[in-house]
């Protein structure tokens, strides 16, 4: 109940952050981007005689995936704390008694593109593309050198005689200035489409390759 | 904007007469298109329903079909008249749903608008069709004319040229390869007729060796069932990038390739474990059936795809893609040839194979596979697509066409197109 209580006010405290885990030794709130993580300590807990540094580690382990991590300490008990190697680590520190909650150490920002499960998955969709282009191109890359080899052993042993072939000359069509075809209400595919030009010319120019 | 392309903007007209749907509607659907089957119900004129109904048509197509049908018996009165492309002169039944089907989906459409003076209707038909195809169905759409005047005037394309037209490629080579047969039409501007090669093979030749696999399995009970073949088919078929490649990998790392297939709503599981390699003949057969692992097959049985004719064309049974492609390419002026080469549209369900994460590059795509015939036989430089929005391309083609060709170029037996003028 005593702990309900604390975290209720550590809530109210950043009232303007939404909580996102509740549990008892620890909340997690987010403003926009960034995630803020307190591990909580009680007065039950503190009368063993590692349960602050095992708190202090477990806070440290958060800045994983948090930008900003506080430890809440009971208000009688901060007084053994050296705040400057929790200052030095980043950390922040919170005392708490029945009447209030009170920020005695800011905690520093991290700056970090935290990985959402949906970056992850982003990131995996992406190099499951990558990786199939590669795919391909290693494919078609082995059937090229397949295809070299060949040739060279044939090359080598003297069974094929290159000819020389003239290259046909490709007469070169320089474009002609479009007619712009209005598109108003008409569906999509028909913008920026070349075959309304040609079509249109139908029944007005001689047959090339079609018979 | 003329006056002839406002009123084509609002009564432009396109019919896709596929093989399995019937794709249909004026400009104003938009992207899309209404689709129904392609096909047609025959009523028993002594049947109760038919009496009951006082039914004064003796066939039934569109939506309202699945209504008719009583018994699995009623499906052999379900007529596909378009089965490979091409209807027999003869088959009256057949061009009976040609005709219902044209009624149903002009009347479907037809404006209340007193402008309307008839639609400019743009039909497809498969590039195989002979002339006499383009004769009926020209009669057809006289006929409904005469009971109601709904076509100002028709023409026909050919299902290649529609789906060029719709992918914006006016040099390219478009790839149609159904559940029966394959056709490679090179367009530059127009179809190039006499470069036109037809293959004797397609999806369904694909689900004949399916079966014949899944005999191997144990499961021969279940290979007569063709729907459920092609789903195996759809589901666990491979296309190799190098046949003899791949079943070595797969024979050598069979659990690799290992798959097991519930099919969906039944209790019936396909397993494939040390035969997995198997999953890739599947593949392979559509492309080029030449391997003699296919030869222990036709011995036992398996109908060998023959050359045949249909209309005017040959129909090659056992020519392998990347060897059509060449011979059809070939046939077209040289110094085209390397542009049509840059531009090959593969269109239709026999192209759809699905290539799983954790094998590819030992199974590919339709459009690799085709790059690695055509490497191996010597041809670089090959750029090779499937067609963006494979149902709708053709109605788009045909939409962009009526719209585009002027309404004063006449109808052409010599050139096959141009407006027959209806009213």
């Known amino acids: ?211 | 904007m003329s006056e002839e392309e406002e009123y084509k903007k609002a009564y432009t007209f396109g019919a896709d007469y596929g093989t399995s749907d019937f794709k249909f509607g004026p400009i104003t659907c938009g992207e899309i298109p209404k689709i129904i089957h392609n096909r047609g119900y025959f009523l028993d004129k002594d049947s109760i329903m038919y009496k009951a109904f006082e039914a004064s048509k003796e066939v039934v197509v569109g939506d309202e079909v699945p209504l008719y049908l009583q018994s699995s018996e009623d499906l052999s009165k379900l007529i596909y008249p378009m089965k490979n492309g091409v209807i027999k002169k003869e088959d009256e039944r057949a061009w009976r749903v040609v005709e219902e089907i044209s009624r149903y989906s002009l009347k479907l459409f037809k404006p209340s608008s007193e402008d309307f003076h008839g639609f400019y209707i743009v039909a497809s038909l498969s590039s195989v069709s002979p002339k006499y195809m383009y004769e009926k169905l020209f009669e057809i759409y006289k006929k409904i004319n005469e009971e109601e005047p709904l076509i100002k005037a028709a023409t026909i394309i050919q299902q290649p040229l529609a789906v060029a037209i719709a992918h914006k490629a006016t040099t390219c080579v478009v790839i149609e390869s159904g559940h029966g047969n394959t056709q490679i039409c090179p367009i530059s501007r127009y179809p190039i007729k006499n470069a036109i090669v037809a293959v004797n093979r397609g999806g369904g030749d694909a689900n004949a060796l399916t079966g014949e696999i899944l005999k191997d399995l144990g499961y021969g009970d279940l290979a007569r069932e063709e729907a459920f073949v092609r789903r195996v088919k759809e589901n666990l078929g491979l296309i190799p990038a190098n046949l003899e490649d791949a079943i070595e990998e797969a024979k050598g790392k069979p659990e690799k390739f290992m798959v097991e297939f519930k099919i969906p709503g039944t209790r019936i599981t396909i397993e494939m474990k040390n035969e997995a390699w198997m999953r890739f003949l599947i593949g392979e057969y559509v492309f080029n059936p030449n391997h003699e692992v296919y030869q222990s097959f036709f011995t036992r049985g398996m109908p060998k795809p023959k050359d045949i004719k249909i209309g005017d064309m040959i129909f090659k049974g056992m020519l392998d893609f990347g060897e059509a492609i060449i011979e059809s390419i070939e046939r077209c002026p040289i110094e085209l040839q390397p542009h049509l080469y840059k531009q090959i549209l593969l269109s239709g369900g026999n192209f759809s194979w699905k290539v799983p994460e954790d094998v590819e590059g030992i199974a590919v795509d339709a459009a690799t596979k085709i790059k690695l015939l055509l490497k191996e036989k010597g041809i670089e430089d090959v750029e090779a697509v499937m067609t963006e929005f494979p149902q709708y391309s053709v109605w788009r083609g045909c939409i962009i066409y009526g719209y585009a060709v002027p309404q004063d170029y006449e109808w052409s037996w010599e050139r096959m197109e141009g407006w027959n003028k209806l009213l």
């Open chain 1, 1 to 211: 109940m005593i702990e309900q209580l604390i975290r209720e006010k550590i809530k109210n405290f950043f009232k303007e952050y939404s909580c996102i885990e509740e549990r008892e030794n620890y909340l997690t709130f987010k403003i926009g981007d960034s995630i803020l993580s307190i591990e909580i300590l009680s007065g039950k807990e503190i009368l063993d005689r590692n349960a602050i540094l095992n708190s202090a580690l477990k806070a440290l382990a958060k800045f994983e995936y948090s930008n900003k991590v506080y430890l809440a300490l009971p208000k009688v008990y901060a007084s053994i704390i050296d705040g400057e190697i929790l200052q030095n680590h980043g950390l922040g520190l919170l005392t708490y008694d029945e009447k209030e909650v009170k920020e005695v150490i800011p905690a520093k920002f991290i700056k970090k593109q935290l990985l959402t499960k949906e970056n992850y998955e982003r990131k995996i969709e992406e190099l499951k593309i990558e990786l199939k282009k590669l795919k391909e191109n290693h494919m078609l890359l082995k059937s090229t050198v397949d295809t070299l080899k060949n040739e060279v052993e044939k090359l080598k042993k003297g069974l094929i005689k290159v000819p020389l072939i003239k290259e046909e000359k490709i007469t070169e069509v320089k474009p002609q200035p479009k007619l712009e075809a209005s598109i108003n209400g008409l569906p999509s595919f028909f913008k920026n489409n070349p075959w309304l030009e040609v079509l249109a010319k139908r029944g007005k120019e001689p047959e090339t390759y079609g018979s």
